[in-house]
């Protein structure tokens, strides 16, 4: 299982429709909507970033289900 980078939800990676490369890394999504948000600013979510995008994705109102 991996962990959604944008909401943190476990993803089986074996049966992810969302996924996308960066920086040589594939990371996995549990819904579209988390995998445009982290296209739009992979930085953001990859820890770069110097705060929490979970409890920000969390605060925003849009789930994963």
Do not use: I, R, W
């Not at 992810?16 to 549990?30: I, Q």
């Not at 979510?45 to 995008?53: C, E, I, L, N, V």
């Amino acid at each position: 299982m991996a962990k959604d980078p944008v909401c943190g939800m476990l993803v089986d990676e074996k049966t992810a429709k969302f996924k996308s490369e960066n920086m040589g890394k594939t990371y996995y999504f549990c819904s579209q909507m988390c995998k445009t948000s982290f296209d739009k600013n992979p930085m953001k979510y990859t820890g770069k970033g110097g705060h929490s995008p979970q409890s920000e994705h969390m605060q925003s109102g849009h789930c994963c289900s």
